[in-house]
């Protein structure tokens, strides 16, 4: 199954030299590298990422922390698009590139930490509920449907009331609402690795709930983690926009979602101000897509049965 | 087993995508032919509509409509509408805000100041024909008194009323508890009886299932449609004269966007803004054919208020307040380091008035202006060594400590729905900063709980101050603190101050408006000087209207005035409809039916194509 | 919103139903109609109970929000908890709002002082008619593409139309919809003003004059929810259509020399609706609660604006209410799909 298709060499219970299984890692990835080279829209979204990481990345020297500073700002309210302001000004008169720039930082890494902690509930509930059945996974699993009947945007929402308006909320709301279809599929995967041979006879050989769960389980669900993460990732971004968007963000920070909600505020719409409208949705898009892009590029490697993305 | 092979046989498949993009460019055309047909006749909105000839005046509005029962009814849309459906004792003059007569013709106090009597004019009817008299006043003012249910928007206004009897039809008397001298503004609705006794819950009766409902005001309420629209038609018989227009509608628009776009395109007449339109839209708008925009002196206010210390008239202290807040200098230091100019200027982009005094320039007669020594100028340099001397001195990280040791670090209350909040919230951070105090916005739908509780340290406040500025002066009185901390006061930020108290007592039961304005005037010096409210700007009205639709309305006051809520109903009954508007006779729905006629035709037609088409390949392959 | 449940969903919901009914079906389909019933009361359930004490952590006093801050004696503030049962310890409050439920009373809304139902169900319709439609058109699109982009797969016309199809699921459907209006309904040169910029009716015309104006102005919200939702059905779709058509009996059918339009139209369309069946009727619910933001978009009269609304207040008993239909919806709609799901499915028997 998945985990096979990535990792063939992990053999059933053999406690070989970490060397080995290090080496043996190694030339799994290599393999992965080969197999997800061929999806070029894997690949372009790659490329994408990369791009706005590094972006991201280098803002601090390319753009500066004050290009958020109203009382320094260097243009007219609302300047259209000219060569000193690539992307026009907003209604402070800030260099709309440069906030776009900085606002990447917010977006990429509210959608990280928020993917992170989605996948972090959503594979230790999986994992536990797959490995400990009986009363405990039937517990999990309920709750798991349970979140996965609620609706994601209204109980986002309704956290993001409930406490105060930070990028720990927005990560919070977003994290904890987005976790049961990994949950799902991590342990179904769990059954599937725990119902092979090997497990059992790491069981016979006295392998507690923690070793067959961080040494035989987790590595081969590992995959479809990263999968799913990076989907995810796609996922909360549009999240935060949202959030940002409804006015629930943290209103001195720039994030793009927070641009677009400046910029409906001000009422760029119905004046035609598309320079204040467009670019930080693009961003958006752009970066959603890539994750996406990528995401599924990984899934058709991880499993070639799926045809996703071919 | 491959899979690819199979897939591959796929691609040799015989119906190419061009036939889809065909298909997708027919669909495009039905946008466009449903679209193209619609605004050429757009321009209807306050035109004679094709069967009736009515005059239509649309309003675009961004509140919903909370309830429609007079005595429930708090938000500004709700207050504005039943305005214009029932009579209020007095009215306002449209030109200068003096009072007038409305329900009543004239009023006067007996000598111990205690007892207030009204005539009632005899040409009033309700819309149903019944006459209005007397008697529906003091039914009115009774159930207010009487029914808490019935007391839940308006009850404050006769809180001091001691009784209310109706001795003639045309005889109202009111007795009151202490002297008040805003008998003359008491902006209740007067309903007729005979309809409202039937009433048994009047906490929950929202006037909004039976339609006309019955009233005597310039309108009358035709329809109610939640979240969409309410429908007023033209009262022929009210007793001052009809209206212009035959009917007003009140559209409901969430977004302002789309209110600015509608009355662009002439689906709307006029477009108020809530609170008014953004500087980007109104200058969008000023350059259009056909668009006026309003651009008048506000009646609000627009403040920092600070905590002064959250307490209850019984002495307890609560709320968590800074307490370097506490210090005169300090407040003074912060509002010293606002450059109020840059605020107009930066965020209202001209569309306001630098702040001073409490009360709105607009209304003359009670406007203050600090002197110049007692004027707090933008000074930042000033402001640090008024901190200074208050003993909030630097760190070595350039951060103000307080005195517990611990750098100074303000929490300001903010209205998640208001964008000036959080675009003034940025300044002062950044200007603070400079002073060396930190600040964390604290934005939220719903400020009600921590302003109640006094846990904040700075508020952004404001308030529509009315004709008579009795009520916008009173909730700053020890009076209005809560009586306990589980009470709610009408305290507006817990400010209790000895000598601010004297004045607005005597304001309150002086008789001579002249006399009384002067120490209106003293009250607002005295309130600057404590600091707490720091008025900031005054925001204009900036609002539009389509001029090929209506000819001319009435703004208040009319020099250069606001024409959405208004305190009267001056602007909707006076709007007089254009000429020229009329030029297209049918209404936009003629256009939306051939529109989409057009586009279902070509979207069935395309289908029949297809499927015949597919048919055929299929029959000739088999 | 799917902005919100994101693209992950589309491989997610995909695999889903390959898990559920098909291990219990043996025991027959009345008892899975039962237990299917029975999970759905519960989750109803647990919804109802998460409804009430989740906006009990909004923090602050409903009684003082009601009062608008207006000046209120503790003693007043007493009557009106008790009025509305606010007094009592929190169980009682819990045990009487579920039993006010069960006959269909959510209470009375704090700043309509209206019954919580009425408010729902003036605004329901309004909901209805916008996803409904919506509901349709993406799903007929999504199904009519995935079939094509499957049939043809890896083709060019595959690689345009699962590109756009990602691309437009990757968009945030609030700036669409707002670059929409700005297109076309505020009109950029030389694109004239096409569509009304929101709400549902202009409020003055009757008959089929009216019908026609709601279908009007029901263009460009359709239009938005159709572009960001059609994705995730082609997806599903196409995917499911591939797993399918690496079946033997596909082999077996073009071999008997069946014409590639048959293969696809009688078997493996067929088989592939399950997968897709699921995800429908999982969107449909998710769909309902998802509106919140084309609706606030496009001023829409339903129950997202005034799900915004209630929480802005907050007004607690129409915020219950509402997040109860929402989640009710979803719940409603997977149960249908659980058992559809046996009827269609030929490999479970009955």
């Known amino acids: ?310 | 087993m491959n899979t690819k092979d199979q897939h591959d046989n796929g691609r040799t498949g015989h119906r190419p995508w061009r036939t889809r993009l065909l298909a997708a460019a027919g669909a495009g055309a039905l946008l466009l032919a449903s679209g193209t047909v619609a605004p050429s006749a757009a321009s209807a909105a306050a035109t004679k509509d094709g069967d009736g000839g009515d005059k239509v005046l649309t309003v675009a509005v961004a509140q919903s409509v909370d309830s429609l029962s007079p005595f429930l009814a708090v938000r500004l849309l709700s207050t504005s509408i039943h305005r214009l459906t029932y009579e209020y004792l007095t009215n306002y003059d449209a030109k200068d805000n003096h009072v007038i007569p409305g329900l009543a013709t004239e009023w006067k106090s007996s000598p111990d100041k205690l007892t207030w009597t009204y005539t009632i004019r005899s040409d009033s009817t309700w819309s149903d024909g019944e006459q209005a008299t007397a008697e529906d006043a003091a039914w009115t003012f009774n159930k207010m008194m009487t029914d808490q249910g019935a007391a839940t928007a308006n009850g404050s206004f006769v809180g001091n009323f001691a009784e209310v009897t109706a001795p003639s039809p045309t005889r109202l008397v009111i007795r009151l508890k202490k002297p008040q001298a805003t008998m003359t503004a008491l902006d209740v609705p007067i309903v007729p009886k005979h309809v409202w006794e039937k009433v048994d819950d009047f906490s929950e009766f929202n006037n909004d299932k039976d339609f006309p409902v019955v009233g005597n005001g310039p309108f009358v309420l035709t329809d109610y449609k939640p979240d969409s629209y309410v429908r007023l038609k033209a009262n022929k018989d009210f007793w001052r004269g009809a209206p212009k227009f035959d009917e007003l509608v009140f559209r409901y628009y969430k977004d302002q966007d789309a209110a600015v776009a509608a009355l662009r395109k002439g689906e709307v007449s006029f477009v108020a803004g809530s609170p008014s339109l953004t500087p980007a839209q109104a200058d969008s708008l000023k350059g259009q054919e056909n668009i006026r925009v309003n651009d008048a002196p506000g009646r609000r206010f627009y403040a920092l208020a600070t905590n002064p210390g959250a307490r209850a008239k019984d002495g307890t202290k609560f709320g968590d307040g800074d307490p370097s807040l506490l210090d005169q200098r300090v407040r003074h230091a912060l509002f010293m380091a606002v450059d109020r100019k840059a605020i107009v200027d930066k965020v209202f982009r001209g569309h306001a008035v630098e702040g001073s005094g409490y009360v709105p320039p607009r209304f003359s007669s009670y406007f203050f202006e600090p002197s110049a020594g007692q004027k707090l100028a933008h000074d930042p340099a000033a402001a640090a060594k008024l901190l200074d001397e208050a003993g909030y001195r630097k760190n070595a990280d350039g951060k103000r400590l307080g005195k517990d040791g611990k750098p100074l670090d303000y929490r300001v209350l903010c209205h998640a729905t208001d964008p000036n909040d959080k675009a003034v919230g940025k300044y002062l951070q950044e200007w603070w900063g400079e002073l060396g105090i930190s600040v964390t916005l604290d934005c939220l739908d719903n400020v009600t709980d921590p302003w109640l509780a006094g846990k904040y340290d700075l508020a952004f406040d404001g308030w529509s101050v009315n004709p008579d500025p009795d009520f916008a002066l009173s909730i700053h009185t020890c009076d209005a603190l809560p009586a306990t901390p589980k009470d709610t006061g009408g305290t507006d930020n817990f400010i209790c101050d000895k000598q601010y108290d004297e004045l607005y007592a005597q304001q309150l039961a002086e008789y001579d408006p002249g006399k009384r304005a002067e120490i209106v005037k003293r009250l607002q010096s005295r309130l600057y000087d404590t600091g707490y409210m720091n008025v900031m700007a005054y925001p204009n009205a900036v609002e539009a209207y389509r001029t090929d639709q209506i000819g001319s309305i009435t703004t208040m006051p009319s020099a250069a005035g606001n024409i959405y809520g208004q305190d009267g109903y001056w602007s909707w009954w006076s709007a007089v409809p254009a000429d020229s508007g009329d030029s297209s006779g049918s209404s936009s729905s003629t256009g939306t039916v051939i529109g989409i006629v057009a586009g279902v035709v070509v979207l069935v037609g395309l289908g029949v194509l297809f499927t015949v088409r597919r048919r055929a390949t299929a029959d000739d392959r088999e | ?350």
Not at chain 1, 216 to 245: C, D, G, K, R
Request: aromatic letters at 8%.
């Open chain 3, 1 to 350: 919103m799917s902005s919100a449940a994101g693209p992950a969903s589309v491989s997610a919901l995909g695999k889903r139903p390959a898990e559920a009914p098909r291990g219990r079906s043996r025991s027959g389909y009345p008892r899975y109609v039962a237990g299917k019933l029975a999970g759905a009361a519960v989750s109803l359930f647990a919804v109802l109970v998460t409804s009430f004490f989740l906006f009990r952590l909004i923090p602050g006093d409903p009684v003082k929000f009601m009062t608008g801050g207006r000046p209120v004696s503790a003693e007043q503030l007493a009557t009106y908890r008790e009025e509305f049962g606010l007094d009592l310890p929190l169980w009682q409050q819990f045990t009487d709002y579920c039993g006010k439920a069960l006959s269909g009373d959510l209470g009375t809304s704090y700043q309509f002082h209206a019954p919580v139902v009425d408010k729902i169900t003036e605004a329901l319709p309004n909901t209805l008619l916008l996803t409904g439609t919506a509901f349709v058109l993406y799903t007929a699109l999504g199904a009519f593409l995935g079939t094509r982009s499957a049939w043809r797969h890896g083709g060019l016309g595959d690689r345009l139309n699962t590109g756009l199809a990602l691309t437009l699921y990757s968009i945030p459907s609030f700036w669409l919809g707002l670059l929409l209006i700005v297109v076309l309904s505020v009109g950029v040169d030389p694109v004239p003003g096409l569509f009304p910029t929101g709400g549902m009716e202009s409020g003055r015309e009757e008959g089929l004059a009216h019908v026609l104006d709601v279908a009007h102005h029901l263009v460009l919200p359709v239009v938005t929810l159709v572009a960001v939702e059609y994705g995730q059905t082609l997806l599903v779709t196409r995917s499911a259509l591939l797993d399918e058509m690496g079946g033997d009996y596909l082999t077996t059918a073009r071999a008997k020399g069946l014409r590639d339009d048959l293969v696809r139209r009688r078997h493996a369309v067929p088989n592939a609706l399950l997968p897709t069946v699921t995800l429908v009727f999982v969107n449909l619910g998710r769909t309902v609660a998802g509106v919140v933001l084309v609706e606030t978009v496009f001023s829409w009269p339903g129950l997202g604006g005034l799900f915004y609304q209630a929480l802005s207040v907050p007004d607690l008993p129409l915020v219950q209410g509402l997040f109860f239909v929402f989640a009710a919806a979803v719940i409603l709609m997977n149960t249908l799909a659980d058992l559809l799901y046996p009827m269609l499915d030929p490999r479970v028997g009955r």
């Open chain 1, 1 to 310: 199954m998945t985990a096979e298709t990535a990792e063939p060499s992990v053999k059933p219970g053999g406690p070989g030299p970490r060397a080995l299984a290090r080496r043996r890692r190694r030339a799994s990835v290599a393999r992965f590298w080969k197999e997800y080279r061929k999806h070029r829209a894997g690949v372009f979204g790659l490329a994408a990422l990369v791009l706005f990481v590094l972006v991201a990345l280098t803002a601090p020297l390319t753009v500066g922390s004050d290009v958020d500073s109203v009382t320094d700002a260097p243009g007219q309210p609302l300047e259209s698009p000219s060569g000193r302001f690539p992307l026009g000004t907003d209604q402070f008169g800030r260099d709309l590139l440069g906030l776009l720039v900085w606002g990447s930082r917010v977006s990429l890494l509210v959608g990280l930490l928020a993917a992170a902690l989605s996948v972090l509930i959503g594979a230790l509930i999986g994992i536990t509920a797959g490995h400990f059945r009986g009363w405990y996974a039937t517990v999990m699993m309920r709750i798991t449907d349970w979140f996965l009947v609620m609706p994601t945007l209204v109980l986002a929402i309704v956290l993001a009331t409930v406490l105060s308006r930070s990028l720990g909320t927005i990560v919070l709301a977003i994290g904890v609402t987005t976790w049961p279809t990994t949950a799902r599929l991590v342990r179904a995967q769990t059954l599937a690795v725990e119902s092979r041979p090997y497990i059992e006879r790491a069981k016979a050989l006295g392998g507690g709930h923690w070793h067959i769960m961080s040494r035989h389980v987790l590595p081969n669900v590992m995959p479809l983690i990263l999968a799913q993460t990076t989907l995810i990732i796609s996922s909360a971004i549009l999240a935060e926009a949202t959030l940002a968007f409804l006015g629930l963000g943290d209103p001195m920070v720039v994030s793009w979602g927070g641009l677009l909600q400046d910029a409906r505020e001000a009422g760029s719409v119905s004046a035609g101000d598309w320079w204040y409208l467009v670019p930080p949705g693009i961003g958006i898009a752009v970066v959603a897509l890539a994750f996406t892009l990528c995401g599924r590029a990984m899934e058709a490697v991880l499993n070639p049965r799926l045809g996703v993305s071919r």
